[in-house]
């Protein structure tokens, strides 16, 4: 019996020091998640003449909103938030009820063409012609130097077909069977029956492409790099992040003179931490109210695959 | 309504006008997506051509010289493509070593966790770097690396070392800052899929190892693990069939002249030989040449992936 109790005492001895141990561990994960992100907000308030003497900081020593009065020096900013925030709604919108139109069709059992067209949508995943055809395809399309690019080649992700099929799959069928036998066409029975029900999938799939729009930076690089008003926000703050690097930016200049002309304006450190700010503030404010539907999406597209 | 009544020869024979009438509108949603599936994911396939051409603009595909597989030979004897490779293997190397082993631990350490709203705050923030984009943590990095910045000042204050290192300047340490920046940003996010599966784990064992007297790391290493371990083999191959997929993003905005040496993938010296220099051909050979490799690579991998999955269920 006494041998009994000491046992239990190591145990859970044991317990504590393991216990401790691992939420150190998780703390000191989620300090380094969140340290910089609190660093580089702090800093944006901080006087840039303060920062020059250090810039570690979790508030800032010289407060000021300088930093932010003198982004509109980047004149090109405004076109910038412009974009971003068009090609983001724009390109959401388009993009779910793409989306859900083709998941609905291959979601349909009896559809005659749904394995072949299935089929072809899955490949993508597997093969892509890589970035020289797909750049010279845009060249040819025309859609060099137009809002277009943003939004066009991005509508359809397989990936989101998929989930958002799953779903489908899920819904009772006699839903439709009953509105099939009142004679209601197939896009009716899509548009009033089985869209309205899919708002959870509808949630999620919209916030990734959402944000996917909103972090895209490539196309304008490769595409409407020579198209000032075209530019966004995310572009704009890759140019500054260039133009601090002497040696980057006179490389990229022999290509881009866009990139040329930011590498001529000093960027300091503080205005750079303000620019960083105005690009991440859109999913730092949504994301606390959002999150749950990420991740929602996220398991349901992990049962599937 | 021809087009796709031509369909109907060579599709099944249970295939009716009849039907295709009452799935007009069905073919109506689909068929519009249909042609932008072929335009932006078949017409680059078809665009591989070029690799066997010297292609020019003002000529097309159709008109173009021929160059039979001159580009490709051209591009084995190249000194920059190898090292292109190698960073590609390395990088993805590094990820795997990082990337891909902290996340699972992550999910076992959160699932020791008994305070529930803890757990959930904890999970929270984890996910938070996942939404934001490379553009902003290599911003972030820039800040963190900086010579005055928290990890050198770290570093000095420990007496690790003498003096400030910029450290996207040494081209040998870009693989494991690539692989860390990586881990940071998708630590949590990556970590869902574990934790989703360790819930799904029969609590019943746990009940039973406590009665035999194990600890939590027993349990951990005897239950948990082997609960999971279909899910980490899975996705362990199917990472290792993307090996060559590592893209160009995080390299161009990571890279610079110092490091190139270090950080240029085989996508981005494909890009820069295509977009830069306008050597088309010879870019679309280098992005060809990866393509098929990587896709034997998935095949394999899905198959070996999907073997696994069979010979546990």
């Not at chain 1, 910038?80 to 069709?105: E, K, P």
């Not at chain 1, 029975?189 to 089985?194: A, N, V």
């Not at chain 2, 070593?97 to 020791?112: D, K, Q, S, W, Y």
Request: glycine share 6%; charged share 15%.
């Amino acid at each position: 019996m006494k041998t009994g109790h000491k046992r239990k005492k190591i145990r859970s001895q044991d317990g504590i020091v393991s216990g401790i141990l691992i939420y150190a561990f998780i703390v000191f994960i989620l300090i380094i998640t969140l340290y910089p992100f609190i660093n580089v907000v702090a800093l944006s308030f901080n006087d840039s003449n303060d920062t020059a003497a250090g810039i570690n900081m979790l508030w800032p020593r010289s407060w000021t909103l300088e930093n932010y009065r003198r982004l509109t020096q980047y004149e090109n900013l405004g076109w910038a938030a412009f974009n971003s925030v068009l090609r983001t709604v724009g390109g959401t919108v388009a993009g779910i009820l793409c989306t859900a139109t083709v998941a609905y069709t291959l979601s349909r059992n009896d559809y005659v063409f749904r394995r072949s067209i299935g089929f072809l949508f899955l490949i993508p995943i597997y093969v892509s012609g890589g970035i020289i055809p797909y750049f010279l395809l845009i060249r040819n399309l025309n859609m060099m130097n137009t809002f277009a690019v943003y939004i066009i080649p991005m509508l359809i992700s397989t990936w989101n077909v998929i989930i958002m099929r799953s779903f489908m799959d899920n819904l009772p069928f006699e839903l439709q069977e009953s509105a099939m036998l009142d004679g209601a066409n197939d896009f009716t029975i899509f548009s009033r029956i089985i869209f309205p029900l899919c708002k959870p999938v509808v949630a999620t799939v919209s916030l990734w492409i959402a944000v996917g729009h909103w972090n895209s930076w490539i196309d304008t690089y490769l595409f409407n790099a020579f198209s000032p008003h075209l530019s966004t926000l995310q572009y704009e703050l890759m140019k500054v992040l260039d133009s601090t690097n002497i040696g980057n930016a006179a490389g990229r200049a022999l290509m881009n003179p866009n990139a040329a002309l930011a590498a001529r304006m000093v960027s300091p450190i503080s205005a750079r931490m303000a620019i960083t700010v105005v690009v991440i503030l859109p999913i730092l404010m949504v994301y606390p109210f959002i999150q749950r539907y990420f991740v929602t999406g996220m398991t349901l597209g992990a049962v599937k695959s | 309504m021809t087009k796709s009544a031509k369909q109907v020869n060579i599709c099944k024979k249970r295939i009716t006008p009849s039907l295709l009438n009452k799935q007009k509108i069905l073919m109506l949603m689909s068929f519009p997506f249909l042609i932008w599936l072929i335009i932006f994911a078949y017409v680059p396939l078809w665009g591989w051509i070029m690799a066997f051409q010297n292609y020019r603009p003002d000529l097309g595909i159709r008109n173009s010289p021929w160059a039979g597989l001159e580009h490709f030979r051209r591009l084995f004897a190249d000194q920059q493509f190898h090292e292109a490779f190698r960073n590609t293997i390395g990088q993805s190397l590094f990820l795997l070593a990082i990337g891909f082993t902290m996340p699972v631990i992550f999910a076992l350490m959160l699932n020791e966790v008994k305070y529930l709203r803890f757990k959930k705050i904890a999970q929270t923030i984890s996910y938070l770097p996942h939404f934001v984009s490379w553009v902003i943590v290599a911003s972030i990095l820039g800040l963190i690396l900086n010579t005055g910045g928290p990890i050198n000042t770290l570093l000095l204050n420990m007496g690790l070392i003498e003096r400030p290192i910029a450290f996207l300047g040494v081209p040998n340490m870009f693989w494991p800052l690539l692989a860390i920046s990586d881990t940071w940003k998708n630590i949590g996010w990556n970590a869902i899929i574990y934790i989703a599966a360790i819930a799904s784990v029969d609590q019943a064992l746990y009940e039973a190892a406590a009665v035999d007297g194990a600890g939590r790391w027993r349990k951990m290493w005897h239950i948990t693990l082997p609960g999971i371990r279909t899910v980490i083999i899975i996705l362990l191959v199917l990472n290792i069939g993307r090996i060559l997929d590592i893209g160009f993003e995080r390299q161009i905005l990571l890279g610079n002249p110092v490091n190139q040496s270090h950080s240029r993938t085989i996508d981005q010296y494909a890009l820069e030989y295509g977009t830069q220099m306008f050597r088309f051909s010879y870019g679309t050979a280098v992005g060809m040449f990866k393509s098929v490799i990587s896709l034997i690579l998935v095949l394999a991998a899905n198959r070996f992936a999907r073997k696994l999955d069979a010979g546990v269920f």
